[in-house]
């Protein structure tokens, strides 16, 4: 028994100090450390919608001239008009053929003069050969200027890629591997190892 009441007296005075300790914890505030840390002002700022822009002042109109048009001379009046006789639906009415104009072509506005200049092709093929070769300028006199430019390839990414896809010749692919090349051969899956 004295077993039991020293663990009741144990766990009473265990209650009593953690009792107290939480007392003085959210009773006794402990000093306010001195604030080293400089301080910082908050500033409000407000924002005004902007003002009432004044319409902008109207657009006048301006209508164009009247040209004066040449007045037509009257038409004489026959001495008898007699109206134009009503088509019926299966009557085909003929028109008398105007006389072709020829069409205006481009080159017919198109005037050559000695000083047009005009566009030399060659010239123009034979800069860019010549600049094709040269470094870039603006790489001259810095570290990635002294790194060689890469050389000019003649397959794509994919062509290199399918060529390095294919499968080896048996005879070669496993020529390193001695008395175990059949055993790896054998490992291999079907149609993705070696081919002979």
Known sequence: ????????LGVGVSLLLHGALIYLWRHVQP?????????VESIAVWIRP????????PVEVVKPKREAKPVSK???ATARE???PAPSPQAI????????TPAASPDTFRQESPETPKFDMEAAKRTARKMAGERDPSKV????GQIPDKPLQTETQLARNIAQGKRGD????????GLLAPVLMLLDKKDSGCKW
């Open 1 to 8: 028994m004295p077993n039991r009441r020293g663990i009741a």
């Open 31 to 39: 000093p306010a450390p001195p604030d080293a840390a400089p301080r």
């Open 50 to 57: 902007l003002a009432a822009k004044p319409p902008p002042p």
């Open 74 to 76: 009257p038409k004489l």
């Open 82 to 84: 007699t109206p134009a």
């Open 93 to 100: 009415t003929v028109a008398p053929a105007s006389p072709a």
């Open 141 to 144: 006199g810095t570290a990635v």
């Open 170 to 177: 048996c005879r070669t692919a496993y020529a390193g591997a």
